[in-house]
């Protein structure tokens, strides 16, 4: 019998067992599904079912190295995902251990969320999906690791985008047990707000009576982006802050923009969805930055144009707020709508946002590297800086997580970190392994992309400034404070999120 022979029937003879494991005091009734082979690529993939124990099942994937480097990676969901099972595959071509999880359900929209029998919202998914899942899988992965190699991982990661990057700062608040080092991409912090927001266009423009074609939006965004593109001292295409904006909308009034006669109306309801969700106590959440692509959030196409309604944003609204499976946008009103992002906060905030109470991370020195697209059009960015400054309040001052929180925005980059500007999220996992296993700070981080050149990025609240030479050169840019200002005051907007 060969080893992997041997291992398979190992496996299979505690098909259904009590994972016990000396890492952690926690067991989760597991069943391993199916074991796969990849003799090409040289893994296995498991797949099992972990039972938490509350009539809900956690689809566990791992990926296997043949040749293990020691490192365990977890991964995180995206969208209505809790994970993908390419995450898992992913790591194990790299020679790591790769897991990922399905978040308790396998919906392809938030249908999940409404429990059916009840007509109310299903809090055990909820809690699954929202951040229970992660560490379930984290659990029974590790567990599983041990028996498999012998041994347990030298250096555990968390790794995700959206709503992985949403997992990821739950994970540092609450499993920081479980990593040594997390990296969140473009994180859906307050997923229970911003995903309602993300129909605000439609609900302004719908209340107005007013609905701007697509390719007018376009239009003013290129006329912007080329007005405040040299204002950061590099003709470039790229806006290094959205957040310090001199372009005045209003000068395009009485111009023709996409070939259609601009009005005050235009622009008047083009500044309302910028501002972000306002209420009458304040702003409510933040609105994109104004170099951003709206095209998933504007969503009025044609001649006439046509609005349609964003998915993700009713479908939450159903299944979880109103818990009405029949409502329709076209009853809805600015002042419903607002309503139901306050519900939103109150009934399932506590699922789909983490707090700022990162004391244990701390005290774990676990490290909490986040990135964030300055053009993200899914997650406004904003939210990025409104948590790092929550939690250095709450922490005692930007001294007392410096050295373990980093935070990058990057200019010119989507919500899937493309566009114009040089994009770090290439570099993966390495400047996280370099800070946790080899002590090298992510202070500063040299990014390159032809066409532009090379170019040095600093943590928040740091700036990249221009300060002469040759603008394909690192060389030519220093580290600098000067757009702190505006950082913060856009952060502060909102007022009544906590
Ligand atoms: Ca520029």
Redesign the pocket.
């Known amino acids: 019998m060969n080893l992997y022979m041997k291992r398979l029937t190992i496996i299979l003879s505690v098909a259904v067992a009590i994972a016990l494991s000396s890492c952690s005091k926690e067991t989760f009734e597991s069943k391993v599904i199916s074991i796969e082979r990849v003799d090409s690529l040289k893994y296995t993939l498991v797949t099992s079912e972990v039972y938490p124990g509350r009539n809900d099942t956690i689809k566990v994937w791992i990926g296997l190295p043949d040749e293990w480097d020691g490192r365990f990676v977890g991964t995180g969901g995206a969208g209505f995902y809790g994970g993908r099972v390419s995450n898992a595959v992913k790591y194990a071509l790299k020679g790591m251990v790769g897991v990922a999880c399905n978040g308790g359900h396998d919906a392809t929209d938030w249908t999940f969320l409404l429990n059916k029998k009840t007509g109310k919202l299903d809090k055990v998914m909820a809690e699954d999906f929202g951040y229970y899942g992660v560490h379930v899988m984290t659990v029974y992965a590790k567990q599983y690791v041990k028996e498999h190699y012998g041994r347990e991982p030298h250096h555990s990661y968390f790794i995700g985008n959206s709503s992985g990057g949403r997992h990821g700062l739950h994970v540092a608040e609450k499993y920081s047990d479980d990593y040594d080092g997390i990296f969140s991409g473009c994180p859906a912090w307050h997923n229970e707000v911003y995903v309602l927001s993300r129909s605000w266009a439609q609900v302004v423009m719908k209340e107005e009576n007013h609905l701007i074609p697509k390719a007018v939006f376009d239009a003013v965004r290129d006329t912007l982006t080329a007005y405040e ?12 802050n959205p957040f310090d904006i001199e372009f005045d909308i209003n000068t395009l009034v009485g111009t023709k923009v996409a070939g259609r006669d601009f009005t005050q109306k235009d622009a008047d309801v083009i500044n309302r969805i910028w501002d972000g969700c306002d209420y009458a106590n304040g702003k409510i959440w933040y609105g994109f930055t104004k170099t951003t692509d709206l095209h998933r959030m504007v969503k009025s196409e044609g001649n006439p144009p046509v609005g349609r309604i964003e998915p993700t944003a009713l479908g939450l609204l159903r299944y979880a707020i109103e818990c009405n499976p029949e409502l329709s946008l076209d009853s809805m009103t600015v002042n419903r709508y607002i309503d139901d992002i306050i519900l939103s906060y109150n009934k399932i905030g506590k699922y789909f946002s983490s707090t700022v109470n990162l004391r244990r991370m701390l005290k774990n020195d676990t490290k909490l590297l986040i990135m964030h697209g300055l053009d993200d059009d899914m997650v406004p960015p904003t939210g990025s800086i409104r948590f790092y400054e929550d939690v250095a309040k709450a922490m005692g001052g930007y001294d007392k997580i410096e050295n373990n929180i980093k935070l990058y925005f990057l200019p010119g980059l989507n919500h899937s970190f493309k566009g114009p500007g040089i994009n770090l999220r290439t570099l993966d996992l390495s400047p996280l392994i370099d800070w946790v296993e080899n002590g090298i700070v992510p202070d500063e981080i040299i990014g390159k992309k032809a066409g532009v050149g090379e170019r040095p990025f600093y943590p928040y609240p740091y700036y990249t400034e221009y300060v002469g030479g040759p603008v394909d050169k690192a060389s030519s840019y220093s580290r600098s404070l000067s757009q702190k200002d505006a950082y913060l005051r856009e952060a502060s907007k909102v007022t009544w999120c906590k």
């Open positions: 593109d040299g204002r950061d001292g590099v003709v470039d295409g790229i806006v290094n």
